[in-house]
C-alpha cells in the first residue's frame, strides 16, 4: 500500500453506519474536515441533513463532541459555546458550526452576520446542497437559477440566481473565507488546516452534491463537484481579511453543459435559460475575480 | 451593606454575586438598564464573565443554550417581545435540562405598540417547562436570582424571574448586599454531569424517536414535581444564612379573612398597604402573594384555603377569551385538590395601567357585596 | 432498555447499523487487462514495468520485462508495438511511446553489462535448432532454469532473421549482438550447422527433449517465366549477403522489389541505402500491404517508387545484360480468404519495365524436409503422426514453423511457451492450463479527469520518440503518463471519496467493506484506472 497513513481520524474513531443517502457529498466533507481537524473540536449543528444522519437517541456517527441546535441559532449557539469554553479554560477547542445552505443562508443569515460582524471565534461551515433537502428538496436562496425543486416545478422553476453568500461574507471582511469541493480534497484540506490555525469568524463555503435532490446518479457526486469547479459555477478560492484573494484553483472552463447534463434538476431548463445561465456564471466569475483582483496589491 | 438600587441594578448585582460566566442579551425596554450595567461590570473585568452582544433575543437565548452546554453558569434578561422571540429556544432549554436562569421584565405584548407592564409575556411561557418566580421588591429580586441558580442547577430546569417593569425595574429601594463570601458559601460553582467535552465525547438533544421522547418529558414533569421541596430547602438554607425568608404563598392578613385577595407582583405591594389599611378599619380581608407560577404551588395554597373566606385573583395578564392565567392556575389547583371554592376572576392594570389602592378597595367591596361575577372576568377600572 | 440519562445525550455510536443492507449493486475489482499487456504479444507486462519507470527504476523494469522477453534492445528497436497502437491514451492525447521506453530499458542491460545470475545446471539436455527469436528464446529461459542447452544454427552468429534479415539501419548489430551475448549466456551455441545437411533429428536422440524453430526462409516463387535468371534472387538471401557483411553496391543500378511485405520494404531500403534507383512492385494496393504500417511510412520518406496493382508475369535478359520485366496491371476484385481483395489482371494493360536487379519478396515458407516426417496437414496445422515415434514425444515446435502472425514478439512468446513446456515435459508435471481471456480495460474504464493532456506542442516533441529512448527522465516522463488500465496504482481516490468510509486499505490492496458499502459507485467512477466496477446485486 502507498506510504499515505494507515490511521485518519475518522477512520479510527468508528465513523461507521451513518444514514445518509448513497453517494452523499456532505458526508464526504464531513469526514475530511474532522479528519484534519482532530479530536479537540466540538460540532454546533442544527437541523439539516448532517445532523439528522448523525443518527437518533442514543446513537450517534460524530467522533467529537455535537451538539444540536434549533434551525436558526446555529451561529449564535456556535459563539455561546465559544465563550463557553473560554469561560471553562478550553480555549484550544475548535467550534465547528456545521450548517446547510438553508440554515445559512437563509434562517441563520441574521445570526450568521451577527457572529461575523463581532467576529466570533468559530469556524463556520456551510455544506451546501443548494436547497432544503432534509425536509424534502424543497428551495432555498442557496438554490441555483432554473432548477428544479419540490417548491420550484417545472412550471414555475427558481427564478432568481443563486444568493452569493461568499460576497456577504466578504463584506464582513472576516480574518478567512474559502470555498472547497469534495471532489477536489487536497485543497480543501489545505483550507481547513489553514483556517484550523486562524482566529476569529472563519467561513468555509462547501459544495455537496445530493443525489435525490439533484436527480443525478449516486455515483456522479464527485464527477457533478468536479463539472461546477471547471465549469465555473463554483470556483475555488479563498479571501483573508475580506481584501486578500487567492484563487486556488484554474478551471478549465468547460461549458456549462457538462455540469448540468449530469443532474435532473436541471432537465427543465430550457436552452435560452442554460444560455442565461451560462453567461451568469462568466460575469459572476469574472466580476469576483475582477473585484478581488484589484487588491492583488497585497498578495498572500 | 444596605445600598439603594433600582431593580434592574438588583439584577445587576445579582448577576455578578453568583459569578456567572457568559452573559447574552439584547436590548428591550424595560430590561435595557440590566443590559448596560452587565456590559458595564463585564466590560471592566469587576464581572470575570463574557458578554456576547447579540443581534436579537433568539440569538441570546440560543448563545446561552450553547455556553451551558459547556457546563458554565448563563444568564440573560429580557422582556415581553424578546421573550416571546426566544419561545421555540425556551422548549430548547428545558428538554435539554440546561440550568439557564433569566429575568423577564415584565411588559405587555404588542400589538399595538406598548413598552408598560403586564404579566402577559412571561405567563404565556407557562407551558415552556421553565421555573417561574414573581419578585414585588428589589430585595427579593437579588435574593430570588441567586437562589435560583441553585434551584435551577441542582433540578436541570431553567428558570425565570419575572418583576413588573417600571413598577419594579426602575423603582429605587434598599437593598441588603451580601457579600460575595456569603455567597460563595451558598452558591458553588455550577458542575454540569453532562457537558460538552472532548475527553468524553457526547451528542446532546439528537432525534428522538416516539418510544422514547415521552419518557424525557417525563423526567422534566418529575423534575417540576420535585421542585417545591428543593424551592423551600433553598430558602430554608438561605434563610439560614442570608436571615430573609420567602414562602411559595405568602400570607399577609389572613387571620379569619372573609375576602382573600390571590396577587402577585408590585399589584400584591399595593394590596398590601390597602389589606393593612382595611384591616385597620375592621374589614376582615386578607392578602395570598403567589411567588411561583412554575411550578404552580398547588399545596402551598390550598393549605391556605382552610377558612371561609370569599376568594379572588387579580391578574395583570389575560388570555383572551378565557381570564387571567393565575386565576386559571388557582381554580385549577383548588379543583385537584377537591377545595370547593368559588374563585372571582379580576383583570387590571393590562399595558401599564395603574392598579390604585382604590381598585384594590373596590375589588374587596365588590366581594363583600356578592356583586362580583364569579363565572366570567371582572374587569377593573375598563372604560368602555 | 436500559437506564435513561436524565437528559437526551448520546453516548452510543452508529456502527452497530451495518448499511451493507441497502446496496444494491457492490463494487469490486474488475481484474480487467492493460491493453499493452493484453496485446503484447511476448507477454510483457508493460503495465508493470512502465509503474516501476514512474519511479526512475529501471533495474527493475528490466527485470521485470525479460521475465518474458529476453530481447528488449532489439524489440525496442524493431517490433511493431501493437502495444502503443491500443494504448488506452490514444484519443485523449497520443499513445504512450512504449517501444521507447523499452528500448531504453534494453539499452540499460547493455550499458550495465547486466547479466542475470546463471543458476548452476541439473542433468537435463536440450537441443534447441534456430537461434532466430524463438530458438533464443527458448534456449534462454531453458538455461535460466538450469538445463543445458546446446543451440544449433546454420548460420555462422545466432540471430536468425534478427541477424541475417533485419537491416542494420533498423537494428545496430553491436546491440544485436550485445544482447544475443547476453541472452546465450551458458548456452552452448554451435554454428554453421544445417539440419539435414550436417546432422539430422535422430542424431539428438540422446537429448531428452529437442525444439526445432528453424522458422521461414524458404522465398515463394513467383512463378513467372525466367524467374530463375541470373540477377533475380529472394529479397532475404539478399538481405543475409549484405548482412553477412558482404560488400554490394547499386551504384546507376535500377532495382526491382517485388512484394508488399517487411521482407520487401528491407530489401528496398537496403538496395536504395546501398546506391540504387529502387522500384517497388506489390499486386494489391498500400491498403492492403502486409508490412507494418511504420515500415511503409519511413519507406515512402526516402526516394523509393512504389508501384501498385502491378504483378511481374516474365523475366528476358536484354542484349546489354540488364533484365525486361513484363508485368501485368491489376485492379481488386472480390476478397480473399484472409479478407483482402483478391488482384484480377487488366487484359491487355501488360507493360514492361527494365531492370538490372530483381528481388522477389512475396512471402516465405518453412521448409520442414529436414525434419524427417514432420509435415503440415490439409488445414495448415502441424501434423507430427510421420514422425519417428521416439522422437515424437520429446520434439517441441515454435517459431515461424507455426502457423501464427510473423513476428519477433509471437516467435519470442513461441520460445518462451516452449520452454515451459519442456521444462514441465522434464520434470513429467502438466502445464497449468491458461486462465480465461479476461476482459481487457477500454477508454471508457478509464477516468481521464485525472491525467493532464498533452498541449499539441508537447505532442508533436513526442511524435519522434527518439529523446525518450536515450534520455532516462524523458523515459521516466513519458511512463508517468501510463494510466495504469484495469490495475490499481494506489491513489487513494477510493478510500477518500467513500461517503461511508466503506473502503478499506489492506495490505493485499483496497477492499469494499461490505458491511457498510451502500453500493453509490463513486469509488468505481471515480477510479482513474478502471480497476474498480460495480457489479449488480448485494454481494454477501
Redesign the interface.
Known amino acids: 500500500?502507498?506510504d499515505?497513513p494507515?490511521y485518519e481520524f475518522?477512520?479510527g474513531h468508528?465513523?461507521?453506519?451513518?444514514?445518509?443517502c448513497?453517494?452523499?457529498?456532505?458526508?464526504?466533507l464531513f469526514?475530511?474536515v474532522l479528519d484534519v481537524l482532530g479530536?479537540?473540536?466540538?460540532v454546533?449543528a442544527p437541523a439539516g441533513c448532517g445532523?439528522?444522519t448523525?443518527?437518533?437517541?442514543?446513537?450517534?456517527?460524530?467522533?467529537?463532541?455535537?451538539?444540536?441546535?434549533?434551525f436558526?441559532?446555529?451561529?449564535?449557539?456556535?459563539?455561546?459555546?465559544?465563550?463557553?469554553?473560554?469561560?471553562?479554560g478550553?480555549s484550544h477547542?475548535t467550534v465547528l458550526a456545521w450548517a446547510g445552505d438553508g440554515a445559512t443562508f437563509d434562517i441563520g443569515m441574521?445570526?450568521l452576520?451577527?457572529i461575523a460582524?463581532?467576529n466570533?471565534n468559530v469556524l463556520y461551515v456551510c455544506y451546501d446542497n443548494e436547497a432544503y433537502m432534509n425536509t424534502g428538496m424543497q428551495r432555498s436562496s442557496a438554490t441555483p437559477q432554473g432548477s428544479w425543486t419540490t417548491t420550484t416545478p417545472a412550471a414555475r422553476l427558481k427564478d432568481e440566481p443563486k444568493k452569493d453568500i461568499d460576497a456577504i461574507m466578504a463584506a464582513h471582511r472576516i480574518p478567512y473565507l474559502a470555498t472547497g469541493s469534495?471532489a477536489y480534497?487536497d485543497d480543501l484540506k489545505a483550507k481547513v488546516q489553514r483556517a484550523k490555525d486562524i482566529q476569529g469568524l472563519r467561513f468555509l463555503h462547501l459544495y455537496s452534491p445530493c443525489?435525490p435532490g439533484w436527480k443525478s446518479?449516486?455515483?456522479?457526486?464527485?464527477?457533478i463537484a468536479?463539472m461546477a469547479v471547471e465549469s465555473n459555477v463554483f470556483p475555488l478560492y479563498e479571501l483573508y481579511d475580506g481584501e486578500r484573494f487567492r484563487l486556488t484553483h484554474e478551471s478549465e472552463s468547460v461549458p456549462l453543459e457538462e455540469y448540468l447534463k449530469l443532474q435532473g434538476r436541471f432537465r427543465f431548463m430550457s436552452d435560452e435559460d442554460a444560455k442565461a445561465m451560462q453567461d451568469s456564471v462568466e460575469r459572476s466569475f469574472a466580476g469576483m475575480v475582477a473585484r478581488h483582483d484589484k487588491s492583488k496589491v497585497k498578495q498572500v | 451593606m444596605k445600598q439603594v438600587m433600582s431593580g434592574n441594578e438588583a439584577v445587576s448585582k445579582a448577576v455578578k454575586l453568583s459569578r456567572v460566566q457568559v452573559i447574552s442579551a439584547y436590548p428591550i425596554t424595560p430590561q435595557t438598564t440590566i443590559s448596560e450595567k452587565l456590559s458595564e461590570i463585564c466590560g471592566s473585568g469587576e464581572l470575570d464573565a463574557r458578554f456576547v452582544k447579540v443581534e436579537s433575543e433568539h440569538s441570546a437565548m440560543a448563545t446561552l443554550i450553547g455556553a451551558a452546554s459547556t457546563g458554565v453558569r448563563s444568564f440573560t434578561a429580557t422582556s415581553a417581545q424578546g421573550l416571546a422571540l426566544m419561545h421555540e429556544l425556551l422548549f430548547w432549554a428545558s428538554g435539554a435540562r440546561l440550568p439557564i436562569v433569566m429575568v423577564d421584565v415584565n411588559r405587555a405584548m404588542a400589538a399595538p405598540w406598548t413598552i408598560w407592564c403586564d404579566q402577559t409575556d412571561s405567563v404565556a411561557q407557562r407551558d415552556t417547562g421553565w421555573m417561574q418566580f414573581y419578585c414585588w421588591s428589589n430585595q427579593e429580586i437579588l435574593d430570588t436570582v441567586i437562589c435560583s441558580f441553585k434551584i435551577a442547577e441542582q433540578l436541570l430546569v431553567p428558570t425565570m424571574i419575572c418583576f413588573d417593569g417600571f413598577f419594579i425595574s426602575h423603582t429605587h429601594e434598599a437593598v441588603d448586599l451580601p457579600s460575595q463570601k456569603l455567597v460563595d458559601s451558598f452558591l458553588p460553582p455550577r458542575r454540569a454531569e453532562y457537558r460538552l467535552d472532548t475527553d468524553e465525547p457526547r451528542t446532546f438533544s439528537g432525534g428522538t424517536m416516539p418510544n422514547m421522547f415521552m419518557e424525557f418529558r417525563h423526567k422534566l414533569h418529575s423534575a417540576f414535581e420535585r421542585a417545591q421541596t428543593v424551592i423551600d430547602e433553598t430558602y430554608a438554607q438561605f434563610e439560614g444564612s442570608f436571615g430573609r425568608s420567602y414562602q411559595a404563598v405568602e400570607p399577609y392578613f389572613t387571620e379569619e379573612a372573609e375576602s382573600t385577595l390571590i396577587v402577585t407582583g408590585s399589584a400584591a405591594s399595593t394590596a398590601f398597604h390597602t389589606v393593612r389599611k382595611l384591616r385597620e378599619r375592621g374589614r376582615k380581608v386578607g392578602l395570598l402573594r403567589l411567588r411561583q407560577l412554575r411550578p404552580f404551588p398547588a399545596e402551598a395554597l390550598c393549605a391556605q384555603m382552610k377558612n371561609d373566606s370569599a376568594i379572588a385573583v387579580l391578574d395583570r395578564n389575560l388570555s383572551p377569551g378565557t381570564g387571567g392565567v393565575f386565576a386559571q392556575e388557582v381554580r385549577a389547583a383548588l379543583s385537584r385538590n377537591d377545595v370547593g371554592k368559588q374563585v372571582h376572576e379580576f383583570v387590571a392594570g393590562l399595558g401599564g395601567r395603574d392598579i390604585t389602592v382604590s381598585d384594590i378597595e373596590r375589588i374587596f367591596d365588590d366581594l363583600e357585596n356578592n356583586s362580583a361575577n364569579s363565572t366570567d372576568i371582572n374587569w377593573v377600572g375598563l372604560n368602555q | 432498555m436500559s437506564e435513561m440519562p436524565e437528559l437526551p445525550v448520546s453516548q452510543a455510536r452508529m456502527s452497530w447499523n451495518k448499511t451493507g443492507s441497502w446496496r444494491s449493486s457492490t463494487p469490486g475489482h474488475q481484474g480487467k487487462l492493460p491493453p499493452c499487456n493484453f496485446n503484447c504479444p511476448a507477454g510483457e507486462d508493460i503495465r508493470g514495468y512502465l509503474d516501476l519507470m514512474k519511479k526512475g527504476k529501471v533495474s527493475d523494469a528490466f527485470k521485470l520485462l525479460t521475465k518474458a522477453n529476453p530481447l528488449p534492445a532489439v524489440c525496442g528497436n524493431v517490433c511493431y508495438h501493437p502495444c502503443q497502437t491500443n494504448c488506452n491514451r490514444h484519443n485523449f492525447d497520443t499513445e504512450l511511446q512504449i517501444r521507447s521506453v523499452e528500448r531504453l530499458i534494453g539499452d540499460w542491460g547493455i550499458e550495465t553489462g547486466f547479466r542475470p545470475t546463471l543458476p548452476a545446471t541439473g542433468s537435463k539436455r536440450v537441443a534447441v535448432i534456430g537461434a532466430g527469436p524463438a530458438g533464443l528464446a527458448a534456449a534462454h529461459y531453458l538455461r535460466q532454469s538450469g538445463v543445458n542447452v546446446v543451440l544449433y544454427d546454420e548460420n555462422k552468429k545466432p540471430g536468425g532473421i534478427l541477424q541475417y534479415g533485419i537491416p542494420s539501419y533498423r537494428l545496430d548489430k553491436d546491440v544485436l549482438k550485445a544482447e544475443l551475448d547476453r541472452v546465450l549466456d551458458g548456452v552452448e551455441f554451435k554454428g554453421n550447422l544445417r539440419l539435414g545437411s550436417d546432422f539430422d533429428l535422430a542424431s539428438l536422440a540422446e537429448f531428452d527433449a529437442i525444439f526445432l524453430a528453424t522458422g521461414a526462409h524458404t522465398s515463394k516463387r513467383m512463378y513467372a517465366e525466367g524467374e530463375d535468371l541470373p540477377g533475380v534472387e529472394s529479397g532475404l538471401g539478399f538481405l543475409k549477403r549484405v548482412n553477412s557483411g558482404e560488400s554490394v553496391q547499386f551504384e546507376g543500378k535500377q532495382v526491382l522489389v517485388v512484394g508488399g511485405g517487411n521482407t520487401a520494404c528491407d530489401v528496398a531500403r537496403t538496395a536504395y541505402r546501398l546506391g540504387g534507383s529502387v522500384t517497388v512492385a506489390y499486386r494489391r494496393t498500400e491498403h492492403e500491404m502486409p508490412a507494418f504500417a511504420e515500415e511503409v511510412e519511413q519507406m515512402k520518406t526516402e526516394p523509393i517508387d512504389l508501384e501498385f496493382l502491378v504483378a511481374p508475369f516474365r523475366l528476358t535478359p536484354t542484349t546489354d545484360g540488364r533484365l525486361c520485366v513484363a508485368c501485368h496491371r491489376m485492379e481488386l476484385g472480390e476478397p480473399d480468404d484472409d479478407g483482402r481483395r483478391r488482384p484480377v489482371v487488366i487484359d491487355g494493360a501488360d507493360f514492361d519495365i527494365t531492370v538490372d536487379v530483381v528481388f522477389t519478396a512475396i512471402g516465405e515458407d518453412p521448409d520442414l524436409s529436414a525434419a524427417a516426417g514432420l509435415d503440415y496437414d490439409s488445414s495448415g496445422s502441424l501434423d507430427l503422426s510421420q514422425v519417428d515415434p521416439q522422437l515424437r514425444d520429446k520434439l517441441f515446435i515454435g517459431g515461424d514453423i507455426l502457423p501464427q502472425p510473423r513476428t519477433v514478439p509471437h516467435a519470442v512468446a513461441s520460445g518462451r511457451l516452449a520452454s515451459e513446456q519442456i521444462n514441465a515435459f522434464l520434470q513429467g508435471v502438466q502445464v497449468a492450463k491458461p486462465s480465461a481471456v479476461a476482459e481487457v480495460a477500454t477508454e471508457e474504464d478509464v477516468n481521464f479527469a485525472y491525467f493532464t493532456r498533452l498541449n499539441a506542442a508537447q505532442r508533436a516533441s513526442l511524435s519522434s520518440g527518439q529523446g525518450i529512448s536515450s534520455d532516462k527522465a524523458a523515459a521516466t516522463d513519458e511512463a508517468n503518463r501510463c494510466l495504469s488500465c484495469g490495475v490499481c496504482f494506489e491513489c487513494d481516490n477510493c478510500y477518500n471519496f467513500c461517503p461511508d468510509l466503506a473502503v478499506v486499505r489492506t495490505p493485499d490492496g483496497y477492499q469494499a467493506n461490505l458491511d457498510y458499502c451502500k453500493g453509490c459507485g463513486i469509488c468505481a467512477k471515480e477510479c482513474p484506472s478502471g480497476t474498480l466496477g460495480m457489479q449488480g446485486g448485494r454481494v454477501a
Not at chain 1, 468508528?14 to 445518509?20: L, Q, R, V
Open positions: 500500500m502507498n499515505r494507515d475518522c477512520a468508528d465513523f461507521y453506519g451513518h444514514t445518509a448513497p453517494g452523499c457529498g456532505e458526508k464526504i469526514r475530511h479530536p479537540d473540536t466540538m454546533v445532523a439528522v448523525d443518527g437518533v437517541f442514543p446513537h450517534s456517527l460524530s467522533p467529537v463532541p455535537y451538539l444540536h441546535v434549533p436558526g441559532a446555529t451561529p449564535s449557539a456556535a459563539a455561546g459555546v465559544r465563550a463557553g469554553l473560554e469561560m471553562s478550553r477547542v441574521g445570526a452576520s451577527a460582524e463581532r466570533e469534495p480534497l443525489p446518479d449516486p455515483a456522479d457526486s464527485i464527477a468536479r
